[in-house]
């Protein structure tokens, strides 16, 4: 499978695709990694009593590693670190643990610098993003994310992921280290056709949501946030409610406030619960949800039956910096 297919698999502008720990780095291939015909596309779901989001919790150490590489978008750009996958489920919830390295936390998107007389915004984040069909979907299952590519541009800026047909659709779990993990979640949306073929992103619905999520921090004229910490100046992440309005009598050069102020998801749209850390160069990131939430714009999972997926992380940015696996996986369960 060569990297342009695996480009229109998993890009959009805004990157759209389909913590260290306890542990020994799990980046050695040991005995306990699946067997070599499997190691690199099989993901076996261990059954535990009750599974949690602690990602050295003592069912992890039963559930066996899935190394997964990921590869650059295209030739021009770098292969990304291997991810290892594990998964453990009890008669509720799947629970998927991940863990690569990344050398630097990127957790600052759209963030505002104050240099002493005027803001400057940068900055982006770290993600991961897995897919699952949400309904028997054939070719998905042999053929992965390029059976849900379409391209016929040259111009990577317009290029896009939709469904072939509007019978088939694809749950993402996306996993954002500025925007979801501090209030606990990975944003649950779902894929389907290109709904406006002007519009690279319409094929991408967010599931039905009640409130909260993200809200851009930028003021009326687009110069400077529009709040700031109402408590600590120095956290990376502002949360509703403890905000007030950017007051920079209080600020210093160098002060930087983050770019979105955040709620915990209510709804369908946070179906998928999160926590993400970062230490000594290696995230660990655990999402955790329900077998079956009841929503329509969720896969269902009903082991033992597998459920092919797809995954990609992307280190401090979008769009093209994201890496992808280049294979189908698979998700299974140990009964």
Not at 138 to 148: I, L, Q
Not at 166 to 172: G, N, T
Not at 238 to 264: F, N, Q, R, W
Not at 287 to 299: I, Y
């Amino acid at each position: 499978m060569n990297r342009w297919f695996l480009l229109l698999c998993l890009a959009s502008p805004f990157f759209f695709a389909a913590c260290s720990s306890s542990e020994e780095s799990e980046t050695e291939e040991g005995s306990d990694i699946q067997n070599e015909e499997a190691a690199n596309s099989t993901l076996t779901a261990v059954r535990v009593e009750t599974v949690s989001l602690d990602a050295d919790a003592d069912f992890w150490s039963s559930a066996p590693k899935l190394l997964v590489p990921t590869l650059g978008t295209t030739d021009e750009h770098p292969d990304g670190s291997a991810v290892t996958v594990k998964a453990a489920y009890d008669g509720t919830n799947l629970i998927i643990r991940a863990e690569w390295e990344d050398p630097t936390m990127s957790l600052l998107k759209n963030a505002w610098t104050w240099d002493g007389t005027a803001f400057t915004k940068s900055g982006d984040e770290d993600r991961i993003m897995i897919h699952f069909p949400i309904e028997n979907y054939p070719e998905f299952a042999s053929k992965g994310c390029t059976e849900a590519c379409h391209n016929t541009a040259d111009d990577p800026e317009t290029w896009y992921m939709a469904t072939g047909e509007e019978a088939y659709r694809l749950d993402q779990w996306h996993w954002k280290a500025a925007r979801t993990n501090p209030i606990g979640f990975a944003d649950d949306k779902w894929v389907t056709v290109q709904l406006d073929p002007a519009d690279v992103e319409s094929a991408h619905q967010g599931d039905a949501k009640e409130g909260g999520g993200d809200s851009a921090n930028v003021n009326e004229d687009g110069t400077g946030p529009a709040y700031m910490h109402s408590t600590d100046l120095s956290s990376q992440y502002i949360l509703v409610g403890d905000e007030m309005p950017v007051d920079t009598s209080l600020l210093e050069p160098g002060m930087v406030i983050p770019g979105y102020l955040l709620a915990p998801l209510a709804g369908s749209r946070g179906d998928v619960l999160a926590q993400g850390t970062w230490e000594n160069g290696r995230w660990v990131v655990v999402m955790m949800r329900a077998l079956d939430t009841g929503n329509e714009d969720d896969v269902i999972f009903i082991p033992p039956r597998p459920v092919p997926f797809g995954l990609s992380i992307v280190d401090d940015g979008g769009g093209l910096k994201h890496t992808n696996a280049p294979e189908v996986l698979t998700l299974e369960w140990e009964q």
